[in-house]
């Protein structure tokens, strides 16, 4: 599954042993990079390795993964959605106000009340695809506004207040296990088999590329490349919204202040991944490592008791860092 | 060392990785010349004014100016030594006035920082004044022609007092009326003891302005002969070392069936009333200048842009082409001007590239069928003989033909009937043409039609059944094979004169 992070063949004129290990550093790099802060972590703290943490580590990671992953298809476009944590918010509210009894009254069968939170999410993307898609806006300012438009629904519908008393069986999207794996992971593994598929395996994936790698190219090949860039904000919107029913599930509340700066790392997790900002280029696997990278920072610096402002420096220096790598990698 | 040359050159070479891309060239400009550097497209003209500029470092030779030795590391230490060049391809920076841009980086200050627009308007003025160019230079730079732009270049490059300045195909575009007007300015400097590198292709201007021709092809210098001791032929030999016939293939037979009918179409403010027509087997030109409407009118026949009025009429039946699925569905191909713009998605591999239009029928429901994709794509390139070390190979590793035979394979897949090509073999080597050209009469032979956009018109003459010229966004003429000239073409493309007209002249 990882070879796609691996976009193009090692090219001919690379032949000292030198330039093969710079090679394999910039084309493996985050990989590596990935490995040994795994191993160090387990060297410093025994508690790092254990089943219970690694699971830990995966159930805290599967919403910004979830998140990143629509972003990537964003990103490949080319465009960007920052509206994603406002979405998330939005999405979990839905939910949340038709899984407990404190806002309207009946609690409905938790699938139905994760169908209307999906359903938010799915109207906020469309909005964001109408703009950037039909009207050509830059992809920056329509999700800028929607990052401010769709908090600010968020707190209009609840009233600026969290929305308690959840239903127990709705919980189990954030709480609950299947064969001892947390709920959470097992809906980021399925969301990402599928986009794999998506991406990689049917036409519809090969246009994202296409479009976000030459979009008039695309056109005169005969792609209906504004519905390509239309669907890929609807995919972003989901994503979020599927993000915001796990974290309500996992909070027991749906929080109106949830899922804020939330965009930051799932960019952060796809730019890590090596997908480029400009579109065309990228993979997949690539975001999920980079967003399980940014979790193992996370749990890790904490299980060492480093403060969480060196944890920001920390993660900001690997931002950097990837995408320098990137640019050797380009270089050649 | 003794010289009495404003320039001289000797010895020059440049090796880039793989290329020799100059080869021992030997160059002498004198004051108040004009020297012509004339070749073909990678003959190494722009490499040799690039390694004078200082934006390239020789690997070997000498250069001298007013007989002193001199090595430019940047193209700022050429200037401060007197020389100059005018791009072929301007960078005017559009928001700011005509005088700034003049004098940016160079600017007028008081006290150090405080902008002094009125003494740099006042210097730009008398620079004008100077070389008899009326152009105001307080009016913004975004509101000029590309000729005038050229002309404040010029006045640019005197008000660094320079000596040498060197001209790439400074008439590549714009309209003849406008080239006049450089070449009185050109006479102007020459009389001022100024001494111009004149780069170009075209016979007609090198035999106009230059008083001397120096010669390259492939990187090497071929020689250099005073312009009035030599001929057009012999100049063209120099340039292509071989008979001109023998680059082209043509053997195509034009039936009487008509396979493609335009009629009126219209794009208002870009191109009106075209209408013509494509027989099955033939291979109709169409040249004009950039501007002229002929790369929109393809995209409005093929759906990319669609035309506001108008009929198209496909083997009799009219069709409609809203976007470019349409044109594909009714069996239309485009391949368009710029590859690296609009025909590639450079990014992605060879393999993605050929697949993109052709998904549909390479898939089972929406999943790509990855063996049959890989089967009917290398089926392609080979029937091409597209050079890559593999169908994943990105193809921005590879060379202008291999990506120009990779567009041609894209659509090919799909098996057109009609084929648009925009400019088919700019910017590639003298072999892929070849391959072009043979490409292009096979299958118009087989039953199909081609269109073709061109300006080289050696390329237009010889390869065109019919040649249709626009100009302004206008068809202006229509002339079968052969009765024709490269002057008489010329002519109707840049002043619209009308067949009966030209034809006297």
């Not at chain 1, 830990?56 to 910004?64: A, E, G, H, I």
């Not at chain 1, 169908?115 to 999700?143: E, H, Q």
């Not at chain 2, 060239?25 to 004009?34: E, H, I, K, M, Q």
Request: with cysteine; proline share 3%.
């Amino acid at each position: 599954m990882f070879n796609s992070i691996k976009q193009e063949a090692m090219p001919d004129h690379i032949g000292s042993r030198r330039q093969r290990i710079g090679y394999i550093l910039a084309e493996y790099g985050i990989i590596l990079a990935f490995i040994a802060l795994v191993i160090a972590l387990s060297f410093a703290s025994p508690y790092f390795l254990r089943m219970k943490n690694i699971l830990n580590v995966l159930r805290q990671t599967s919403v910004n993964a979830l998140l990143a992953i629509g972003m990537t298809f964003v990103i490949l476009t080319g465009g960007i959605d920052l509206s994603v944590g406002s979405v998330l918010a939005f999405g979990g509210v839905v939910a949340a106000s038709l899984a407990s009894d404190a806002l309207f009254g009946p609690i409905v069968n938790p699938f139905l009340a994760a169908g209307a939170g999906l359903l938010g999410g799915l109207i906020l993307g469309s909005v964001n695809g109408v703009f950037v898609a039909k009207w050509r806006m830059p992809a920056f300012v329509v999700t800028l506004g929607m990052l401010s438009m769709a908090r600010g629904f968020t707190f209009i519908y609840t009233d600026g207040m969290p929305v308690p008393r959840i239903d127990e069986r709705f919980l189990v999207f954030g709480q609950g296990r299947f064969l001892g794996i947390p709920l959470p992971v097992i809906i980021l593994a399925v969301v990402f088999s599928l986009s794999w598929v998506i991406l990689y395996k049917t036409r519809y994936g090969r246009y994202i590329y296409a479009v976000g790698g030459n979009e008039k190219s695309a056109k005169i090949s005969g792609v209906n490349t504004r519905f390509i860039v239309f669907t890929v904000y609807v995919i972003s919107g989901l994503l979020s919204a599927l993000g915001g029913i796990i974290l309500t599930a996992r909070t027991t509340a749906g929080l109106p202040q949830a899922g804020q700066a939330y965009e930051l790392d799932a960019i952060a997790a796809v730019v890590i991944g090596g997908t480029s900002l400009s579109g065309g280029q990228g993979a997949l696997s690539g975001t999920l490592i980079g967003a399980l990278l940014i979790g193992v920072i996370n749990n890790g610096l904490d299980l060492l008791g480093v403060s969480s402002y060196f944890q920001q420096v920390i993660k900001g220096a690997i931002i950097i860092g990837a995408v320098l790598l990137d640019s050797f990698r380009k270089r050649d | 060392m003794e010289t009495d040359a404003l320039l001289e050159v000797r010895g020059l070479s440049k090796i880039f990785p793989g290329v020799k891309a100059l080869d021992n060239v030997d160059f002498r400009l004198d004051y108040g010349s004009v020297h012509a550097v004339c070749g073909e497209n990678g003959a190494g003209k722009s490499t040799l004014m690039n390694v004078l500029m200082g934006i390239y470092q020789r690997d070997a030779g000498e250069i001298f100016i007013h007989g002193n030795p001199v090595s430019f590391l940047s193209p700022r230490q050429a200037l401060d030594a007197g020389m100059s060049i005018i791009e072929q391809e301007l960078n005017p920076v559009p928001e700011m006035s005509v005088a700034e841009n003049m004098f940016l980086g160079r600017e007028e200050t008081r006290i150090g920082f405080w902008m002094d627009y009125k003494a740099v308007r006042k210097r730009a003025a008398e620079v004008l004044e100077e070389i008899g160019v009326k152009i105001n230079p307080a009016i913004k730079m975004k509101a000029l022609s590309l000729a005038q732009i050229q002309l404040v270049e010029i006045a640019k490059a005197i008000s660094y007092d320079s000596e040498i300045i060197i001209m790439d195909e400074p008439t590549s575009a714009i309209p003849e009326r406008d080239a006049e007007r450089l070449f009185r300015l050109i006479e102007v400097l020459k009389k001022k003891g100024k001494g111009i590198v004149y780069v170009s292709h075209r016979m007609k201007e090198i035999f106009s302005i230059s008083d001397t021709v120096t010669v390259l092809r492939d990187g090497k210098y071929i020689g250099t002969k005073p312009t009035r001791e030599t001929s057009r032929d012999e100049v063209v030999n120099m340039m292509i070392g071989r008979k001109l016939e023998a680059e082209y293939v043509k053997s195509n037979t034009v039936t009487e069936e008509v396979a493609l009918q335009v009629q009126n179409l219209t794009k208002r403010g870009v191109f009106e009333n075209i209408s013509l027509n494509v027989h099955k087997g033939e291979i109709l030109g169409i040249f004009g200048l950039m501007g002229s409407g002929r790369s929109e009118f393809f995209e409005a026949l093929f759906g990319a842009e669609p035309a506001d009025s108008g009929e198209i009429y496909l083997f009799g039946e009219e069709k409609v082409h809203q976007k470019p699925h349409d044109a594909m569905r009714n069996g239309i191909a485009l391949v368009t001007e710029d590859r690296k713009k609009s025909g590639l998605v450079l990014k992605s591999s060879v393999r993605d590239n050929i697949s993109l239009p052709n998904l549909k029928s390479l898939s089972d429901g929406p999943f790509i069928n990855r063996r049959r994709e890989t089967e009917a794509v290398k089926k392609i390139s080979d029937q091409f003989s597209v050079k890559t070390p593999s169908l994943s190979q990105i193809v921005s590793r590879l060379s202008g033909g291999n990506q120009q035979k990779v567009v041609l394979s894209k659509w090919l897949l799909r098996a057109p009937k009609i084929l648009l090509l925009d400019e088919p073999t700019r910017g590639i080597d003298v072999g892929a043409k070849r391959e072009i050209y043979a490409f292009m009469s096979k299958f118009a032979d087989q039953g199909n039609a081609v269109i073709m956009i061109s300006s080289e018109l050696p390329e237009v003459l010889a390869m065109s059944d019919r040649i249709v010229v626009f100009k302004d966004g206008h068809k202006v003429g229509e002339r079968p094979r052969g009765d024709v000239t490269q002057e008489q073409l010329m002519r109707m493309a840049s002043e619209g004169l009308k067949e009966e007209e030209s034809s006297r002249v």
